[in-house]
């Protein structure tokens, strides 16, 4: 034991043997008695996960692409569950919102604060030029802008005007029709707080008529002619507007402290219809009064940071629901198609011969059909399941092909080598071969595939959504590929929608792939030692 | 005689499969309740009556046995039963107009993917770690990731919105080798094009340093050659061997097209027309097409698998 220690020491010296004086008292003899034991390895095992992990950490972009896989597993998570709004939820006086982040709005950064930039025309100009006149909430940024001149198509010059459009102050005001109780209680919240959420009303006969107008009536409060179906303004001689409301009657219930002065005159706040009050109120504050007094959902005021969708959807808790959906489908179809085909596979590489080739027939078949095919026959043929189901039981019968290829071409490789010869004449049975032995070869391949089929699967997925082959559009559910699809006529005039979900899409295919190519080199061992 | 016997083989199995699939397809289709469409002012016995008399209430073998002897005897793939628009018309006709658009657009993108994408590669790997080489894998690797619907949303926003370069969608008509056409063809063979350019370049830079660092190259080199004669003429060629059946591969699937390519641009191509049928329902066209893709994804691998011998005589088809 002494000996063997010293022996080693000598051998890391770099002195040259010759140099040693060695008396002649150490020289003993070696007892013959007791038995020479090889000492025990000082380093650590390294398991072949192990060692597959060591290489995976020095590569970098893989590990930044786990880490975005990770956020955005986390974003599909949480989001849905902590945000206020949800998946039903819409708003049809707030579509097309653009994203809006409350840093960027307050420090008044024009992006990405729920403005957008316009040039337009004088009528559409003035239209929201007005409404700040009125209200006092400008849909024009600061009611800045500045006046353009072009030549236009037919040679003539063309005002335009340039300004930011605060896409949540635009709606403006809105004609909408209360009860009773909803007229007073916010004429209540209105004495309390001190803001003005109902706007005088006005003269019915004096609206504006024009068919493009239907929708944005309330926000004339001033006169208007029809020139040629167009709603053009009448200005006084001072070149102002001139207000349209009705003049005081005291027949419109309102009682509320807060009142719009007019030049010495009061105004009317409601009409009386059937079924209680029609009145003009500030949308953006009325949403307010809404969420906090009547639904009390917890929406303190309109804010969506990823906008929203044409029916007014808020896009951040639709796009994170999708992909919460895209991900449990990759997830569990890819854990089933990989524990079939590995059982599939192994069966076929093992057993070989006669059985091989006619389970490879199955797969040629079965891998030649089109997942187009497959995923329309599955339609008709199930007309009455969630299309959630048929999308699950697409991706297995196709996916499993894939897997069971692997683990097949794993057992060719080593079912002949001579550590299985020396497993069976062990006596080790056939399962026990196939499992024990030779299967944990093919689990690096198997994981490595498994997370490459994420990223397809979850791109078949928001393709098929987007084609409309697959409506996953239920209440409660949705689909990236939908939010694409229904924001793709749209692309032109509110990007917006499409960028959100185009950009996650992407994120999670570019990560997905950069993570599933650095682990096929971390579990290929030929590798071992390269990056050094 | 191996290589004709290996595709004789080849061949047979192909068709095997596609019988399969067909005879798969085709009953699953007839297995489905048949839906009389009675639309306003008509009888539904009537309707009932034509089906019967064309051949729907028959068993399924008798209607599959009728089917291929009238694809085989007349070409008749059957009529347009509930796409409103191609109603009572010969399905194959309808397909057959809408082949060009989906050809001439992945033609097109083949051609300008396939020298840029092949280029990129050689030079990423003449470059090998060098700051070229990491600029193009880096983008190869984006380009690769992202799906081509991105790219799409993006050439119509910026090219064909914003700088107005192009159409925002395929013009109509079918004078296809006109320049306005042409234009407005652009945007979609773009859109493809940009997958396939990554895909190329991925794969030959591959191929190529592979074949850099082979003991051949060396030998070229010390027998005198200079470093372009011999990655010219010795690198590039075995690089070549793999690379080319892709191509092959890719221009026969050019015939299938991208779906969503084809919907984002209303490109009126063969896409649609299979979209349009699987969602009304429209049988007939629905068989036609399913034989179709499933055929073009048959041959292009046949194809794939037998250039090898060809191309490489070193490869021996089927020899043991």
Redesign the interface.
């Known amino acids: 034991m002494d000996l063997l220690t010293q022996e080693s020491e000598w051998g890391r010296s770099n002195m040259k043997a010759k140099d040693y004086k060695i008396s002649k008292e150490k020289f003993v003899f070696c007892s013959n008695e007791g038995r020479l034991h090889d000492q025990k390895l000082d380093t650590k095992p390294m398991s072949y996960l192990k060692d597959a992990f060591s290489r995976f950490k020095r590569n970098r972009a893989s590990i930044t692409a786990a880490i975005i896989i990770g956020i955005l597993i986390l974003f599909a998570i949480f989001v849905p569950i902590f945000s206020k709004y949800t998946v039903q939820y819409n708003d049809t006086y707030y579509r097309y919102i653009s994203p809006k982040n409350k840093l960027f709005a307050e420090l008044g950064i024009p992006f990405w604060d729920g403005t957008k930039g316009k040039e337009a025309t004088a009528q559409d100009f003035y239209f929201y030029y007005s409404m700040g006149q009125e209200t006092g909430k400008n849909a024009i940024v600061d009611q800045e802008y500045s006046i353009i001149h072009k030549i236009g198509l037919t040679g003539r010059e063309v005002t335009y005007y340039k300004y930011q459009l605060d896409t949540y102050q635009a709606v403006g005001v809105v004609l909408m029709d209360l009860r009773t109780e909803q007229y007073q209680n916010i004429q209540n919240y209105q004495d309390e707080k001190g803001i003005q959420v109902i706007y005088p009303i006005t003269i019915p006969e004096q609206r504006p008529t024009s068919r493009q107008d239907v929708n944005k009536v309330g926000n004339y409060w001033y006169a208007t002619e029809e020139i040629n179906g167009k709603t053009s303004i009448i200005l006084d001689d001072d070149g102002n507007l001139i207000p349209i409301y009705k003049s005081y009657t005291g027949t419109d219930d309102y009682y509320s402290a807060l009142r719009y002065e007019g030049e010495g005159y009061l105004y009317d706040y409601s009409t009386k219809n059937q079924t209680g009050y029609s009145v003009r109120v500030n949308y953006y504050e009325y949403y307010i009064y809404y969420h906090t007094y009547v639904l009390q959902d917890g929406i303190t005021e309109p804010m969506f940071l990823f906008g929203t969708t044409n029916y007014g959807a808020d896009i951040l808790t639709s796009l994170a629901s999708g992909a919460r959906f895209s991900f449990a489908l990759a997830i569990i179809v890819a854990s089933i198609n990989l524990f079939v085909g590995a059982i599939y596979g192994a069966i076929e590489g093992y057993y070989g011969g006669r059985l091989d080739l006619a389970m490879e027939r199955i797969v040629d078949v079965l891998a030649a059909v089109p997942f187009m095919i497959v995923i329309s026959l599955l339609k008709y043929h199930l007309e009455n399941v969630p299309q959630a189901v048929i999308l699950f039981i697409a991706f297995f019968i196709t996916g499993w092909i894939g897997m069971a290829g692997r683990t097949r071409m794993q057992f060719y490789r080593f079912k002949n080598q001579e550590y299985v010869l020396a497993a069976r004449t062990l006596g080790a049975n056939d399962r026990r071969i196939m499992f024990k032995h030779i299967f944990p070869n093919a689990i690096g391949t198997l994981i490595t595939s498994f997370v490459l089929v994420i990223p397809g699967m979850i791109f078949s997925e928001t393709s098929l959504s987007y084609l409309g082959i697959i409506n996953l559009n239920t209440g409660d559910m949705t689909s990236v590929g939908t939010l694409l699809a229904s924001a793709q006529p749209y692309l032109v005039s509110y990007p917006h929608m499409i960028f959100f979900p185009a950009v996650f899409i992407s994120l999670l295919m570019l990560s997905f792939n950069l993570f599933g190519n650095g682990l096929r080199d971390a579990f290929n061992p030929s590798l071992r030692g390269t990056e050094d | 005689m191996y290589m004709f016997k290996y595709i004789l083989k080849r061949l047979g199995?192909m068709m095997m499969?596609?019988g399969?699939?067909i005879i798969?397809?085709f009953v699953?289709?007839k297995?489905?309740p048949i839906v009389i469409d009675v639309q306003f002012g008509q009888d539904a016995d009537i309707i009932r009556n034509q089906l019967i008399a064309r051949g729907y209430y028959d068993p399924i073998p008798v209607q599959f046995f009728n089917y291929i002897r009238r694809i085989v005897v007349s070409g008749d793939w059957g009529i347009g039963v509930s796409l409103a628009e191609y109603r009572n018309m010969p399905v194959w006709d309808v397909f057959v107009t809408k082949l060009p658009p989906t050809v001439l657009i992945n033609v097109y993108s083949s051609l300008i993917a396939v020298p840029i994408g092949i280029g990129l590669g050689i030079f990423a790997a003449l470059k090998k770690n060098k700051w070229q080489d990491h600029t193009i894998s880096t983008s190869v690797?984006?380009f690769?990731?992202?799906?081509s619907?991105?790219y799409a949303?993006l050439v119509?926003?910026l090219l064909c919105?914003r700088l107005k370069m192009f159409p925002?969608t395929m013009r109509g008509g079918f004078e296809y080798f006109t320049w306005d056409m042409f234009k407005s063809m652009i945007p979609s063979v773009i859109s493809l094009a940009f997958g396939s350019i990554a895909g190329y370049a991925r794969f030959t830079r591959a191929e190529l340093t592979e074949v850099l660092t082979s003991e051949f190259m060396l030998l070229a080199r010390t027998k005198g050659l200079t470093k372009g004669q011999a990655t010219t003429r010795h690198a590039l060629r075995n690089a070549m061997v793999p690379i080319f059946p892709m191509i092959i591969g890719e221009f026969i699937s050019v015939l299938s097209g991208s779906?969503?390519i084809e919907?984002?641009f209303s490109v009126p191509g063969v896409g649609g027309l299979?979209?349009a049928a699987?969602?009304s329902?429209d049988y007939d066209f629905?068989m036609l097409l399913?034989a179709f893709?499933?055929f073009v994804?048959?041959a292009a691998?046949i194809v794939i698998d037998i250039s090898y011998g060809f191309i490489d005589p070193r490869i021996r088809m089927g020899a043991k």
């Open positions: 199995l499969t596609f399969i699939i798969m397809c699953l289709i297995l489905l690797m984006i690769i990731s992202v799906p619907f991105v949303f119509q926003y919105f925002i779906l969503i919907k984002i299979y979209l699987i969602n329902k629905f399913s893709y499933t994804g048959l691998g």
